[in-house]
């Protein structure tokens, strides 16, 4: 069959044809649509799917269903590999027993992403996992599916790490059908295996060495790895969405090189490599962000004494995402082709940034905690809608990071500044994957600052997922409802007040009184996202 | 089609510019073009500027149109409009939505207006929004009121039939009304 479909759903389609059974992860942009369609179409495949609170319990969740002998996927945007990360280095060493894809979509540019631009292909180095990167569409299937097949052969984790360019990109795509399937999975009891624990903690390190070396000999022969163009002095070695724009280029150019595009990103297919790049003179590595590339075929090249010229990030760039121009620019550098940057104007338009949607909650709260505020006050941002607190008009964050982040550097400050006034915001999906710790962290060491949680019913920004205040599970089942107030009752803080922002009196009111508290105190400002009360409303008419 | 069709559509997170694109690139597919386009999501969806990227012809590589290289935009906002004359080539022709979307700083809608009018290339300045909410009582279809006026007016190389097959293969049954009406009022305009 053959379809235009995103990146992520023909990941979606790749890992239902592989046969998963056992589907988690947690919404982040731009990997969001891969969980939100397993949510849809999950239940009648047969498969299990759900979104977890956080990307560490999601992949937790994902060892124990493949040490059952579940085949799963597991989603998450770049920085959800970080959250995982304490999970995913000991799961290198056990191995899996079913097998595990994990996708990771990073976001060259930043498009949809605050807090940095992460190239996540460096926890290949880490970790010691196999990191597959695809270009298109086509190949998020064709590497998805091979993935599972590489996990099963090796019982390893494989990552498949995609981009946003390639992730939301739409193109044709073959694929199979698949057939239902209700496997239902059965623990064998193998602490040998399972467990990591010294001395044996070493013999399994051991143990993935040698693996890698078996998976190694197996990228040499892949097909990911693959070679076109037609010999001459200068070569190109590519990978991921690179590739496209390399392709591009070379139309664009008029120009037919050597291509090595590189689909295994860990293990390098070394002596392929070698091969390639030894009867030319130049070679240009084009990659998006850290010269991770660049780097292990330049050492490759001593190691092997040849002579060829490596270029890479002394001709591209190493911040934002490239394009074709970009590559013409540096390949016009290597060859004698001529080539001119298209001259873009600046008109100086005033630029649109992000803002919170007409009737949002958030309107009831930034501007009246901003005017109320002692002179002075910090405020924290968080990751979600909240962020566009960030942004005119509110212009309010004295800092920013990343999920759950607000309160543990609210607690850091008034520590070190008794002093000064702090308010913390957090939306109600980033209480449940990563600030209830913080905020654990804060009364436990007697800190005061007063946290805001925005529970807007729903994980807003990236979509509308479901969360665990919310009831539902993302197979749309009932679920507990689980109260953001009663977690800080029985966390111990002492001040808590749960209200409607629009009712602003009482809002104001709380505000001043805790505001004065010597202990932490809590505001849970309790209003539907304005994007989902308008959905219901429309659900209910038709 | 010897050339690579090249078209930009753009405008403001919400105002169903992504679905617009899901209806060009099946049109494509059905007129037996390979197609390749490139969206956004996250936070610039939030009311931020929106460009997504269509390519259309006989062989896609990459999904992003170099700078200066689309043969159409298709903008549902005036200044967002306005936006991509920084980067449009000699041959880009416009066609955006008489509608406006201000925010603090913004420019007015004459002023963009006026600015377009010092521009060279060719450009539709349509009342697609206004259209669309005096007649079908919603503004949301606005983008597919657009396309219907792009493919009466040959601005971009796809057939009606192929569009409102489009149409019926991707949109659900209860909305399917509402994108032909959309598509018929700007086609014939």
């Known amino acids: 069959m053959k379809k235009i479909l995103l990146g992520n759903e023909a990941i979606v389609r790749a890992a239902f044809v592989s046969g998963v059974s056992y589907v988690t992860g947690y919404p982040g942009c731009p990997s969001a649509e891969i969980g939100d369609e397993f949510g849809k179409i999950a239940k009648e495949n047969g498969v299990y799917a759900e979104y977890a609170t956080n990307e560490k319990v999601a992949l937790e969740s994902a060892i124990g269903a493949s040490f059952s002998g579940l085949k799963s996927l597991v989603n998450m945007k770049s920085f959800g590999i970080n959250v995982c990360s304490d999970a995913l280095f000991p799961l290198a060493y056990t191995g899996t027993k079913a097998g595990m894809v994990i996708v990771v979509a990073d976001d060259p540019s930043c498009y949809s992403s605050a807090q940095s631009e992460q190239d996540s292909r460096g926890y290949a180095y880490l970790s010691k996992i196999p990191v597959l990167d695809p270009s298109s569409p086509q190949e998020c299937y064709d590497f998805t599916k091979i993935g599972f097949e590489i996990s099963e052969k090796f019982n390893i984790p494989v990552i498949l790490r995609t981009t946003t360019r390639c992730a939301h990109q739409r193109a044709l795509v073959s694929f199979e059908e698949w057939k239902k399937i209700n496997v239902k999975g059965n623990f064998v009891k193998n602490p040998h295996q399972f467990s990591t624990m010294p001395p044996r903690t070493l013999e399994m390190k051991n143990e993935l060495l040698e693996k890698i070396k078996k998976i190694k000999a197996y990228a040499e022969e892949s097909e990911l790895n693959k070679i076109s163009g037609t010999q001459n002095k200068v070569g190109i070695i590519a990978s991921g969405i690179s590739y496209l724009h390399v392709l591009e280029a070379l139309e664009e150019l008029k120009l037919d090189l050597p291509v090595l595009k590189l689909g295994f990103f860990y293990p390098l297919p070394e002596q392929k490599i070698i091969k390639f790049i030894k009867p030319l003179k130049k070679v240009l590595i084009i990659e998006e962000m850290d010269p991770y590339l660049e780097k292990e075929i330049m050492q490759l090249a001593k190691t092997a004494n040849l002579k060829v010229e490596i270029f890479g990030k002394n001709i591209l760039p190493v911040t934002g995402e490239l394009d074709a121009e970009k590559v013409c620019v540096a390949l016009s550098k290597l060859t004698n082709k001529k080539f001119v940057a298209f001259k873009t104007r600046n008109f100086n338009l005033p630029k649109r940034t992000a803002r919170l949607c007409e009737g949002c909650p958030y ?21 979600g809608c909240n962020m566009i607190g960030a942004l005119p008009p509110h212009s309010m964050y004295d800092y920013m990071f990343c999920m759950g982040s607000s309160i543990g550097i609210s607690h850091g400050i008034k520590k070190s500044s008794p002093n000064q006034k702090v308010i913390s915001f957090m939306g109600d999906g980033t209480f449940f994957h990563s600030g209830i710790a913080g905020m654990i962290n804060a009364v436990y060491n007697k800190s005061n600052p007063l946290m805001i949680v925005m529970d807007n019913r729903i994980t807003a920004m990236t979509g509308h997922q479901p969360n665990p205040g919310m009831g539902k599970t993302l197979m749309g089942e009932d679920t507990e409802e689980l109260q953001i107030a009663d977690i800080a009752k029985a966390c111990g803080i002492k001040n808590i007040k749960i209200l409607d922002p629009i009712n602003q009196k009482e809002f104001e009111n709380t505000l001043k009184d805790f505001l004065e508290k010597d202990e932490i105190s809590l505001i849970v400002c309790k209003r539907i996202c304005a994007l989902l009360a308008r959905r219901i409303e429309k659900n209910k008419s038709n | 089609m010897e050339k690579t069709f090249n078209l930009i559509v753009n405008g403001i997170g919400g105002q169903g510019v992504i679905t617009l694109l899901t209806f060009i690139d099946q049109a494509a597919m059905v007129q037996g073009y390979d197609v390749r386009s490139s969206e956004l999501h996250g936070l610039s969806q939030r009311g931020g500027s929106v460009e997504t990227h269509i390519r259309f012809g006989k062989k896609i590589n990459s999904p992003l149109i170099p700078n200066g290289k689309a043969d159409l935009i298709i903008s549902s906002e005036l200044l967002e409009g306005l936006r991509e004359t920084e980067k449009s080539g000699k041959q880009t022709k416009f066609l955006v939505n008489d509608f406006i979307f201000p925010f603090q700083g913004s420019l ?26 005096e007649k079908l009582q919603n503004e949301i279809v606005s983008t597919v009121y657009s396309l219907g006026y792009a493919v009466a007016k040959n601005l971009i190389p796809i057939k009606k039939e192929s569009v409102l097959k489009a149409i019926d293969e991707i949109v659900p049954e209860k909305y399917k009304k509402l994108n032909i009406n959309a598509f018929e009022l700007g086609y014939a305009s």
């Open chain 1, 363 to 383: 309107w009831y709260i930034l501007p009246t905690v901003k005017r109320l505020a002692p002179e002075g006050t910090i405020f924290g941002g968080d990751i």
């Open chain 2, 108 to 133: 007015s809608a004459e002023e963009i207006k006026k600015q377009f009018s010092l521009n060279k290339n060719e450009i539709h300045i349509i009342p697609a929004s206004q259209v669309c909410k």
